[in-house]
């Protein structure tokens, strides 16, 4: 089974920090030259700046994601309560309240 896309970034910038804390205390004991291990610092202070923003992206993608379930909530307010209205409000309202989970589908 294929990682999560926040799972692997997550994966990529703890490296990131592992790495980067290595190449910054160990100068000494390092068997590299100091523009190597600059140049490694450097790329991964920019990796761990790329897994960051896009962490971040993330979570504007679930804010974005439930504020498009409102607009449809919104969009069918004008509707007559019906049994058809209800099961719709029930749903959207199931997903905005996070209820909804793998092992509720596995029931079905």
Do not use: P
Request: glycine share 2%; proline share 0%; charged share 35%.
């Amino acid at each position: 089974m294929e990682d999560t896309a926040k799972a692997y970034i997550e994966s990529i910038s703890k490296h990131c920090h592992q790495e980067m804390t290595f190449y910054r205390y160990n100068k000494n004991t390092l068997k590299v030259s100091e523009k190597y291990r600059e140049g490694r610092l450097t790329a991964l202070q920019y990796v761990s700046e790329l897994t960051w923003y896009y962490l971040q992206e993330e979570k504007r993608i679930k804010d974005a994601f439930r504020q498009q379930l409102i607009k449809q909530m919104k969009l069918h307010s004008c509707l007559e309560d019906t049994d058809y209205k209800q099961g719709l409000y029930d749903a959207l309202n199931e997903i905005l309240d996070s209820r909804v989970s793998s092992s509720k589908n596995d029931k079905r």
